[in-house]
């Protein structure tokens, strides 16, 4: 498997203020994913990401409070809107390497704390 | 749909225990099935998988072997270190989506 990066790896925003997160693969994957891990809690699926199309969202999340950008095939940014401290979780991003063994690997996440 | 059900953490085993976290799931057709394993302050890691019904998938000394007869896919580890302690994540995949089960914590006393 490739290398997966984030960028930040972690931040403390303030309440009302946007973030965005980024995601850098090294080798092209045609679908990325993000998900949020709240304080003590498992990974929700927030949105899969493919390259030349709209970002699909899971049931409670929605584009204006999480745009997701997936300008190629090596690389993806999620931004967490108009933050909140309900906000606060660790993103973490994850790629399908090949459509045959349906197995996600994961970067290494951004831990968020918003004030 | 689909759905992971995993032993209720937190586990605290003392070095060179047994170690066994129970996952059942729920699912349509044949998913593949995971454990994940998070190091305190890291993201996840891969720790083994199987794709199908009696594979077993093996890594650092874990085992998990995929019963379709029982819908589970238990980790086990017959002696656990100390550099064992984090969470672990059972999760099946099916049509390229995860469902994760909530996490169980071990701590590995020396």
């Known amino acids: 498997s490739a290398v997966i990066s984030q960028k930040p790896s972690r931040d403390i925003c303030q309440r009302g203020t946007s973030l965005t997160i980024q995601c850098q693969v090294d080798?092209?994957?045609?679908?990325m994913f993000w998900y949020r891990q709240q304080p003590g809690q498992s990974l929700t699926l927030i949105a899969t990401?493919?390259?030349?199309?709209?970002?699909?969202?899971e049931s409670g999340f929605v584009i204006d409070k999480f745009p997701i950008s997936r300008p190629n095939l090596t690389f993806s940014t999620l931004t967490v809107s108009n933050m909140s401290p309900e906000d606060s979780s660790i993103y973490l991003c994850?790629?399908?390497?090949?459509?045959?063994?349906?197995?996600?690997?994961f970067g290494p996440g951004t831990r968020l704390t918003v004030l | 749909g689909n759905s992971v059900t995993q032993m209720e953490g937190p586990v605290t085993l003392s070095e060179e225990a047994f170690l066994t976290i129970n996952c059942t799931y729920t699912?349509?057709?044949?998913?593949?099935l995971f454990w994940y394993v998070q190091y305190p302050g890291e993201g996840l890691q891969l720790l083994l998988k199987a794709t199908k019904a009696d594979d077993k998938g093996s890594n650092k000394g874990f085992e998990a072997t995929y019963r379709k007869e029982t819908t589970s896919f238990h980790l086990e580890k017959g002696s656990v270190q100390v550099s064992d302690s984090a969470v672990y994540f059972c999760a099946l995949s099916s049509a390229r989506q995860l469902t994760f089960g909530s996490g169980t914590q071990l701590t590995v006393l020396p």
């Open positions: 994850s790629v399908d390497w090949t459509s045959r063994t349906d197995t996600q690997y």
């Open positions: 990401a493919n390259q030349g199309s709209e970002a699909t969202y």
């Open positions: 080798s092209q994957v045609t679908m």
């Open positions: 699912a349509t057709g044949y998913p593949s």
